[in-house]
Structures are given as structure tokens and as C-alpha cells.
């Protein structure tokens, strides 16, 4: 009889497996969206438990589960959480995520690891996707709002994908954090320049793209700041004004599903008043696939809205587990000896 073997894989091991690649967390984000318009994904819309409530949380908690076929099949979810709290308490992160895989066929799990750093790799590595068919070839500047978690990946992100990228614009409300972050990469990734910024307004101004990757509930990005031909990448539920969608030339999302039902998302908003419809969008597996077009000309304003597709941390998260298993990283555990009632 076969035990069921789990594989915990603490950060640590997760980061020694390799998960610190982008290049390789951007194949692995292109690989399954190809899954997802092949039909060889299984992605249902996340649940989403907020205390006290979905709109007024204070800290929250995301079951999103997934089915990826691939060359080794797998199920699992993530489970995703965050709090305010954590945020005000030096050395704890604001997010702190588990993800759990299992082999399809038997249901016994095969794998618990942190998630945490794949929620970051993943997240930066989806705008990346996004901003390869979404943005200007000939990008140079780009301006991220945010120098958290997400501003560290999303640095490596934009490097990965953008060839003609020269300036890094880094704008924090915590201006130390954005100091901060920006000396870690300097020197560090060949030609591009990260600034620290001290002025939203201008540094939206300058720039070819523009992503916001805050914790912000209020929108602050605004039409009139951007250039004509930008490329906007919201990473969060509500940080653009509602004329910067409407008026964009072409949008894109990760999940129509999931962010035309989520409470307090822009998109939600939109489509509850009439204003955007599924037909009116592309989904990112629709963009990889050549479904659907991305940017069709340098004189357009693009718009795309991620909020995560649990999918995309089940792959990541099982490819570490292969790396992992190769390089004999991690804890061996057992989840019995021998089953009572079966």
C-alpha cells in the first residue's frame, strides 16, 4: 500500500529550489495560459472570506484551487492571506500564503510549501506577460507605483520583458522604502536605471508603462497624467480612475470571472453599471494563445487588471516541487502509517 508522502518545502527550500528565476516563472505563466485556452486547465473563481467582511476587511483569507494538466498533472490551491495588522508590525509580512498540491489520480497530496515568494514571482511575472503584448516594443520608461513585495519582482518582471528598458521610476508613499529598494537593484540589472521618485504626477508623466501595485482602496491614477500611448497594469482592485479604462484603446484581464464579481474591484464596478462587458475585454490566456490581439499600434492606450489566477501558483508551485525533488530539498512527512477506516 502506498503512503501518502509529503513534500514540505519551507521558503527557504522553496527559494533553493530556484523559484528566484523570472525567465523561468514568466514560461512557466505563458506555458498555462496555452493550458488555459486549450482546455487542459481547471481554474474556478477564487473564494474570498473577508474580516469582518469582503468590503470592509481587515485582514482577509483566498481559497483558490486549480487543475493543470501539463506533462505532470497536479491539483491543488493556494491559500492566501492577508492583514493590515501585519502591515503596521516591523519583520511580518503583509501576505502570507500556503499551497498545497495533490496527485489528481490518487487525491493524496504530495506537496505543502510555502507560498509566499510564488504569490510575488507570479504576480510580477502575469504583468510581465501581459506588458510583452500589451505595451510599446520600444518602451523605455516605466513607472511602478508601489516599492513593496510586489515593486522588488515587479523590477525583475519588466526587465525580463521589456528590451528597450532604460529607467525604472520608483514612487512609494514611504519614500525611504522606494530609497531603499531602488539601491538594492542598482548596478544589478545591466542597462536599466531605478530612481527613486518623489513625484507620482511627473514620474506617470515620463513613463512608457505604468503599474500599480498598492494597497490602496481609492483610486488615484488619472487620465490627464498618462500619455496617450501608455500601457496601465493594475495590479490591485481599484487604483485607476474609471476614465483611464473607458478610455483605453484596448483592455485586458487575468479572469473576466473572478474580477467582474470580486467586491470592490473597478471592474466589478464597471460592469455592475453597464459600462464593460466580457465581449469589450481579452483575457491574458486569450492574449498568449493569439486569440485575441494585444496592443495593435503605437498610438494606442492600453489598459489591463490582474487581481491572480490560482492556476498560475498551482504551476509555479509544482514546478518547484520537481526542482525541489531533483535536488532533494525539503521534508519528507507522512500523513499516516496505516489509514483507520477505510
Known amino acids: 500500500?502506498?503512503?501518502?508522502?509529503?513534500?514540505?518545502?519551507?521558503?527557504?527550500?522553496?527559494?533553493?529550489?530556484?523559484?528566484?528565476?523570472?525567465?523561468?516563472?514568466?514560461?512557466?505563466v505563458e506555458e498555462t495560459c496555452l493550458g488555459l485556452s486549450g482546455g487542459c486547465v481547471i481554474n474556478p473563481p477564487k473564494i474570498k472570506l473577508g474580516l469582518p467582511d469582503n468590503e470592509?476587511?481587515?485582514s482577509f483569507f483566498m481559497s483558490m484551487p486549480a487543475y493543470v494538466k501539463g506533462n505532470t498533472p497536479v491539483a491543488g490551491f493556494k491559500w492566501a492571506a492577508e492583514s493590515k495588522r501585519n502591515a503596521t508590525v516591523p519583520g511580518m509580512p503583509y501576505g502570507v500564503d500556503v499551497v498545497t498540491l495533490?496527485?489528481?489520480?490518487?487525491?493524496?497530496?504530495?506537496?505543502?510549501?510555502?507560498?509566499?515568494?510564488?504569490?510575488?514571482?507570479?504576480?510580477?511575472?502575469?504583468?510581465?506577460?501581459m506588458a510583452k503584448r500589451m505595451a510599446?516594443?520600444?518602451?523605455?520608461?516605466?513607472?511602478?507605483?508601489?516599492?513593496?513585495?510586489?515593486?522588488?519582482?515587479?523590477?525583475?518582471?519588466?526587465?525580463?520583458?521589456l528590451p528597450e528598458l532604460k529607467e525604472i521610476l520608483l514612487r512609494d508613499l514611504?519614500?525611504?522604502k522606494a530609497e531603499d529598494l531602488a539601491s538594492e537593484f542598482r548596478g544589478k540589472?545591466?542597462?536599466?536605471?531605478?530612481?527613486?521618485?518623489?513625484?507620482?504626477?511627473?514620474?506617470?508623466?515620463?513613463?512608457?508603462?505604468?503599474?500599480?501595485?498598492?494597497?490602496?482602496?481609492?483610486?488615484?491614477?488619472?487620465?490627464?497624467?498618462?500619455?496617450?500611448?501608455?500601457?496601465?497594469?493594475?495590479?490591485?482592485?481599484?487604483?485607476i480612475e474609471d476614465d483611464v479604462l473607458l478610455g483605453a484603446d484596448r483592455v485586458a484581464v487575468d479572469n473576466w470571472?473572478?474580477?467582474?464579481?470580486?467586491?470592490?474591484?473597478?471592474?466589478?464596478?464597471?460592469?455592475?453599471?453597464?459600462?464593460?462587458k466580457r465581449e469589450d475585454v481579452a483575457e491574458i490566456h486569450e492574449l498568449v494563445s493569439g486569440e485575441k490581439p494585444g496592443r495593435r499600434g503605437d498610438d494606442e492606450l492600453t489598459v489591463s487588471c490582474l487581481h491572480g489566477v490560482?492556476?498560475?501558483?498551482?504551476?509555479?508551485a509544482n514546478r518547484i516541487y520537481e526542482m525541489a525533488t531533483e535536488k532533494g530539498i525539503g521534508q519528507r512527512l507522512v500523513l499516516w502509517d496505516n489509514p483507520l477506516w477505510v
Open 1 to 28: 500500500m502506498k503512503k501518502p508522502e509529503i513534500l514540505f518545502l519551507k521558503q527557504e527550500d522553496v527559494v533553493a529550489a530556484g523559484l528566484l528565476d523570472m525567465k523561468m516563472v514568466l514560461d512557466v
Open 257 to 276: 470571472e473572478q474580477l467582474s464579481r470580486g467586491a470592490g474591484t473597478l471592474v466589478k464596478k464597471l460592469a455592475d453599471e453597464g459600462k464593460l
Open 310 to 316: 490560482g492556476a498560475i501558483d498551482v504551476a509555479v
Open 174 to 176: 514611504n519614500e525611504a
Open 136 to 161: 510599446r516594443k520600444n518602451s523605455s520608461t516605466v513607472c511602478l507605483v508601489g516599492a513593496g513585495v510586489i515593486g522588488r519582482t515587479m523590477i525583475m518582471a519588466m526587465n525580463e520583458v
Open 56 to 58: 470592509n476587511w481587515t
Open 102 to 129: 495533490s496527485d489528481p489520480d490518487t487525491v493524496y497530496p504530495k506537496a505543502i510549501m510555502d507560498g509566499t515568494l510564488i504569490t510575488a514571482m507570479r504576480t510580477s511575472a502575469m504583468a510581465g506577460v
Open 189 to 239: 540589472i545591466g542597462k536599466v536605471n531605478v530612481v527613486p521618485s518623489r513625484d507620482l504626477e511627473e514620474s506617470v508623466r515620463k513613463s512608457d508603462v505604468v503599474v500599480t501595485e498598492t494597497t490602496s482602496r481609492t483610486p488615484f491614477l488619472k487620465r490627464a497624467w498618462l500619455k496617450d500611448n501608455a500601457t496601465v497594469i493594475q495590479m490591485s482592485s481599484y487604483e
